[in-house]
Each structure stands twice: as structure tokens, then as C-alpha cells.
């Protein structure tokens, strides 16, 4: 239970787009925890991209971040998506609250950070600073690979997560109910359906127990609300998550 005199959590994010941020708005948004995206309030209120910059170029608060996302609460700054949600979790209540369940969450939410990693190189394989026009042969040739390889074998690999989970009978990765976890693969699914949709209607069949766990959750109703509001960013081609047809063909 939140004590009414503890520090309002402080999202700071890119303010245009849902990127690896999102998946820490999705556990606070889950959890009711009030929170503020700091990034997306008006400069003049202190927000606006020269917040995130702000917070990146001091050294006063112990280790200087890297990347967004970063969340603070009070003095304690914490960066990296699968830290943030290991610390969080506990708090909001999004994780069971044994060791064992703990690290099996963290392992799967830094096996989704490799994904991610590997999702977002697919329109970005040679430099982040280069546009997608200036890469673009490269990334088709990634994205096939992508496709055919990497894609399935993450995604068939939580999809044995879910099954091999009895005591919530497929319907979570971790423990008897929602978890950082759950809500994390909601967003991978969502974010691989905007992407790539004709390679992950192809491999769907094969993974009944992800595709439910995505519609489970996307009726939560706290998560409902949220993805039906103008606090959800919609995907678009300057994220993580980008639809460009020609790295989504047939093969
Ligand atoms: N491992 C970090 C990666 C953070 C990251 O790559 N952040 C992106 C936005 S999603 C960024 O702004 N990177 C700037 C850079 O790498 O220079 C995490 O999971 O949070």
C-alpha cells in the first residue's frame, strides 16, 4: 500500500512516441499508481524534450542514465525498462512476491529487452543516426532474417513460457496473475502486429496461448481505459515498433 506521503512516480520519455517507455506506462497505468510523464507535459510546466536532456546531463543524483526511459521517485533515479519494472513491480503489486518468481520476471523481461533490441535494427541495422531510406537494403535483408528466424524463435519461446506456467493454466508467464511480465507481451504482440503483420499472422496458429494472453489483457479495465485515451501514443513510423511494408513481405 502507497503511503500518502511518498514521491508521485516521474516517467521521463520521448514525448511523441509509445518506444520502451510504454512498457513502464503500461505497469503504472495497470497498477493506478499516479504517476507523471513528465516528458509530455508543456515546457513551461518544466516538461518537453529538454526535461529528458535535463535529467540525462546531470551527474547530482548518483549514476549518471544513458537512455530514456527513466524513472524517478523522489531522489532515486533508475534507468534501463527491465530495471525500472524489477523495482516498480514489487511496489504496485505486479509481481508474486517470491525470489524464485522474481527472477523468472526479470529473465523474461531482459529476454524481451534482446528482442526489442533486435526488433528495432530491423528498419535500423546499420546507424540510428542514418534515416531508414539511407538503410534500406540492409534492412530488408535484416528483416527477412528477422522474419524467419529470430521472430518465431522469441515468440514460440514465450509461448512455451505461458504453457510451461501450470499454476495459471497458460494464462500467465509468471505466478497465478498479472504480472509487469503479462503486460510487457501485450506490447510486444501489439507492437509486432502494427510492424509486421503478415509474419505474425503467419506464425500466430502456433501461438494460441500469447495471442490470448494479448486480448486478456487488452480488456483489463484499467487497461481498457487507458488504451482508449489520449495518454496511449499510437505507433507510428518514428519508434520502435514501424510499419514498413517492404520489410514485411511474404518470405
Ligand atoms: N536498454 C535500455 C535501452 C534504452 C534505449 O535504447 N532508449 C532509446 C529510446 S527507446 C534511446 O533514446 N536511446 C538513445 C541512445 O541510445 O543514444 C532500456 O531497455 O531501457
Known amino acids: 500500500m502507497a503511503d500518502p506521503a511518498d514521491p508521485i512516480y516521474e516517467l521521463y520519455y520521448w514525448p511523441f512516441i509509445p518506444g520502451r517507455g510504454e512498457f513502464v506506462r503500461l505497469a503504472l497505468e495497470v497498477a493506478g499508481a499516479p504517476y507523471r510523464d513528465v516528458a509530455r507535459l508543456p515546457e513551461t510546466e518544466g516538461g518537453g524534450v529538454s526535461a529528458i536532456l535535463r535529467l540525462l546531463g546531470q551527474d547530482a543524483a548518483g549514476v549518471p542514465s544513458f537512455a530514456p526511459p527513466v524513472l524517478k521517485w523522489g531522489d532515486l533515479v533508475i534507468s534501463h525498462t527491465a530495471l525500472i519494472l524489477q523495482w516498480l513491480a514489487p511496489r504496485v503489486g505486479l509481481v508474486p512476491a517470491d525470489d524464485r518468481s522474481r527472477l523468472a520476471a526479470h529473465q523474461l523481461q531482459l529476454t524481451m529487452t534482446d528482442f526489442l533490441s533486435e526488433t528495432h535494427d530491423c528498419h535500423h541495422p ?37 504453457r510451461s506456467n501450470g499454476d495459471s493454466g497458460g494464462r500467465h508467464a509468471v505466478g497465478k496473475d498479472t504480472s509487469y511480465v503479462d503486460l510487457s507481451l501485450f506490447q510486444v504482440m501489439a507492437g509486432l502486429d502494427y510492424a509486421f503483420p503478415r509474419a505474425l499472422n503467419r506464425l500466430k496458429p502456433k501461438l494460441p496461448l500469447l495471442a490470448a494472453l494479448h486480448d486478456r489483457m ?29 520489410l514485411d513481405d511474404e518470405i
Open 126 to 162: 546499420i546507424a540510428a543516426s542514418l534515416y531508414f531510406e539511407d538503410q534500406k537494403e540492409e534492412s530488408k535483408r535484416r528483416s527477412r532474417y528477422f522474419r524467419q528466424e529470430r521472430m518465431p524463435k522469441y515468440l514460440n519461446y514465450f509461448e512455451r513460457v505461458l
Open 218 to 246: 487488452a480488456a483489463l479495465p484499467r487497461l481498457k481505459a487507458y488504451l482508449g485515451s489520449s495518454r496511449r501514443l499510437p505507433f507510428s513510423e518514428h519508434g520502435l515498433f514501424r510499419r514498413y511494408p517492404e
